[in-house]
């Protein structure tokens, strides 16, 4: 309340005490005044009463006098009251008469002035129909009590208001509540300080540092020395957010005399930082600086100190970067033209499309909504030639289970009814997948799916504790082999082509690998379990015409390659195949 007693308000507080004093004052009269006695009705009284009549006489003709300006209806009722003591005593009705009208005449003047005060003050306030008398002084004393209970809200009611530091740059203007901020220091004879301490120095640095941060520590010695050098214009501020004793302790053991703060919490809110140390320039009343460090020599010290100029280098923290979310995504840390290089996989995109895209100059591998056993046929292209889109190349050395959520083969295809298909849906968000490379610059496609089998192999250990390896295994394979009527097959050259047409098919300044990849095609289609290898041996170029309108069958086939001494069997071979491991099995059959 200290805050309130104004000297504007000290009279209407004076005032308000004579309004209560005289309100209280009026009540009691009144009270008085009601219980007085009524004369009795005793004709019989003694001469010797008369100076007691005569007294009560005049306090009820001043009560009458009052009573009859305000109260009209009690006016009504004493004169017929009056006129019952008419009836009972004439005597007395006179001798009353008498005494009103002497006291009347003796306080005509002063009756009259305060019957037109009251009666102004009844019409002013229109208070009860006049019933009370003393309205005006108790509405005025109930007014300035409303007053001050009003007046006292924003001392008593209101919340504090709290400050809510924000980030500062270089350049701002320290504001007076980090002026006036507590900081908790060791090695000072001060439990706390303020940075207004320091506002005559020219140059205040605060100095960011932790016990464990090596480019800190070495920092502080050079510090220490330098505010010994230029204590006169610079003062030099560690603060840590440790606790005193790990603070305390390690200037100690280190022989650094420097003041420090330590549990720091709030001044960091206006000097947000990602890394230490962490250095900031206070000239004047501005922030000048905002560095790592390494500007602070003595060189520099000394050109500002006198000049009040000096060229820094200034930190940029990047504090607009969640290191807990990933890069880019969202803005976060930038957009995507500052992207050198990314793998990435994902889950499906929520469209009914997928496919593959990539070229042989590849900066950008793409595939999109496919299966895990899709992608390993393909990252091992040149590892595994012929196994494009086969899976039929790979070796599931795991449960049904695992094997289900890698390869589609068993999954039963959508029909077109709703409730049907909801199981088909659900398997494709759950186990389709997204890959993506991105490269500074084209590579040979070769080199860029060396990158993806690499990514591949540690995605799938991690998502499904899978193993990929290669191993030679023994296993029934398509095999193309020469016969004994083999001849010489070459080209003529030209452009490279595969054409059917004609009912015919015709290869052209083509490997022999296109037609097996034919072949592989319609076995995967058909569902054939074994996969197509090439053991003849061509390396060059050929050219060859089937009489034949499309692959059918492998008997169909080698109808048409009988002429080249060509042909396809059938048998049990050591091929290289890809093979997953299931690591948690294996590792539980050991410790069995």
Sequence with gaps: MKNFYKPGLRMSLTRLYLYLIKFLADILIFIFSIRAPKDNNNTNSSKGNSKTRSSSAIKKSKISIISGILFSKKSDKRKKEQQQDEQDSYGQYLSNKIYEHQLSLANRNQGIKLANEIKSKRELLKFSKGKFPFAHDMLLGLVMLLILFFLSLPIYSQPKQTYTPQALKIGDTIPQQLWDLPIKVVNSQSAEITLKYFRNKKLLILDFWATWCGPCIK??????????????????????????????????????????????????????????????????????????????????????????????????????????????????????????????????????????????????????????????????????????????????????????????????????????????????????????????????????????????????????????????RVTRAYVLQKTETYKDITTVGGRPSFEVTDGKIILKNQYMRALLSSVSNVLDKKGDPYPVTDETGIKHKIDLLLEIKRIESIDQLNGALKRYGLEIVLREIPLEMIVLKDKTQELMHQEK
């Design 219 to 472: 920092s502080l010695y050079k510090l220490d020395s330098l505010q010994h050098i230029y204590s006169k214009d610079v003062q030099i501020l560690p603060v840590s957010n440790e606790n005193a004793e790990k603070v305390k302790t390690f200037l100690n053991a280190k022989g650094i005399s420097l003041l420090s703060g330590y549990d720091d919490s709030d001044l960091s809110k206006y000097f947000p930082y990602r890394s230490l140390p962490h250095q900031v320039w206070i000239m004047g009343d501005r922030i000048f600086a905002i560095t790592d460090g390494i500007n602070t020599t003595g060189e520099n010290l000394t050109e500002l100190t006198s000049t009040g100029k000096v060229q820094l280098r200034n930190k940029i923290d990047y504090v607009n970067v969640d290191l807990q979310k990933p890069m880019l995504i969202g803005g976060n840390g930038g957009t995507t033209e500052r992207l050198l290089y990314r793998s990435l996989f994902m889950k499906r995109i929520q469209a009914d499309i997928g496919g593959i895209s990539f070229d042989r100059g590849a900066n950008n591998v793409l595939m999109y909504n496919v299966t895990l056993a899709m992608m390993l046929t393909r990252s091992f292209l040149y590892d595994l030639p012929l196994a494009l889109r086969k899976e039929n190349r790979i070796v599931f050395e795991c449960s049904d289970s695992l094997k289900n959520t890698i390869t589609a083969r068993n999954l039963k295809r959508s029909s077109g009814d709703y409730q049907d298909d909801v199981a088909y849906h659900n398997w494709m968000d759950s186990n389709l997948y997204c890959y993506n490379l991105i490269l500074p610059r084209k590579i040979p496609q070769r080199d860029a799916l060396e990158i993806m089998k690499s990514d591949l192999r540690n995605f799938m250990l991690l998502e499904k504790s899978i193993e990929v390896k290669i191993e030679n």
